[in-house]
T-cell receptor, first 113, second 113 residues
Framework: AQSVAQPEDQVNVAEGNPLTVKCTYS??????LFWYVQYPNRGLQFLLK??????LVKGSYGFEAEFNKSQTSFHLKKPSALVSDSALYFC???????????FGTGTRLQVFP | DADVTQTPRNRITKTGKRIMLECSQT?????MYWYRQDPGLGLRLIYY???????NKGEISDGYSVSRQAQAKFSLSLESAIPNQTALYFC????????????FGPGTRLTVL
């Protein structure tokens, strides 16, 4: 069965510092991987995806993610965090045959001024 | 995403009551999904529909039913609500040609007393 794991419930970072939100995956075959963000009282918004090609994927709001096949990871990164980045972040993997998304448990990012 | 709307946004009900949550979309997508979000558990898929006549159970369909009245409308029903169905419910849509990206509604917060 395919799955994703987000080992950190919460990540705290000071504004202006780089941030990393971790995600590891378990899939058979080549993975389709995603990051979504949820702001307070809002639905999830698509940030970025990895399907194939370059291991470094760039997305919305200055975020990027690095696909690492040997470590089965897809960590979300941003060089300089903003207070407005504070939100709940979800990693997800798509099941090939059904197109269903399987989500991780989420990581709350708190950026302090 | 304003193209995906959910009604009601908040609902408090009592154990045993029948509840219907509605989702409408103006994105013209053929695929629609219902998820529930619980703290620490992420999002879990309840039902999904790839077309008006194609409805499938997700990982936690027990206690729920759905109706796809039209391509743009997908309703979720709780026939007899119970307290552990208290959660945040999200509807999502995707296009079959770009099934990797799902677009989420703002969510319905349901409380079952």
């Amino acid at each position: 069965a395919q799955s994703v794991a987000q080992p950190e419930d919460q990540v705290n970072v000071a504004e202006g510092n780089p941030l990393t939100v971790k995600c590891t995956y378990s899939v058979s075959g080549n993975p389709y991987l995603f990051w979504y963000v949820q702001y307070p009282n809002r639905g999830l918004q698509f940030l970025l995806k990895y399907i194939t090609g370059d291991n470094l994927v760039k997305g919305s709001y200055g975020f990027e993610a690095e696909f690492n096949k040997s470590q089965t990871s897809f960590h979300l990164k941003k060089p300089s965090a903003l207070v407005s980045d504070s939100a709940l972040y979800f990693c997800a993997v798509r099941e090939r045959n059904t197109d269903k998304l399987i989500f991780g448990t989420g990581t709350r990012l708190q950026v302090f001024p | 995403d304003a193209d995906v709307t959910q009604t009601p946004r908040n609902r408090i009900t009592k154990t045993g009551k029948r509840i219907m949550l509605e989702c409408s979309q103006t994105k013209g997508h053929d695929r629609m999904y219902w998820y529930r979000q619980d703290p620490g558990l992420g999002l879990r898929l309840i039902y999904y529909s790839f077309d008006v006549k194609d409805i499938n159970k997700g990982e936690i369909s027990d206690g729920y039913s759905v109706s796809r009245q039209a391509q743009a409308k997908f309703s979720l029903s709780l026939e007899s609500a119970i307290p552990n169905q208290t959660a945040l419910y999200f509807c999502a849509t995707s296009d079959r040609n770009r099934a990797d990206t799902q677009y989420f509604g703002p969510g319905t917060r349901l409380t079952v007393l």
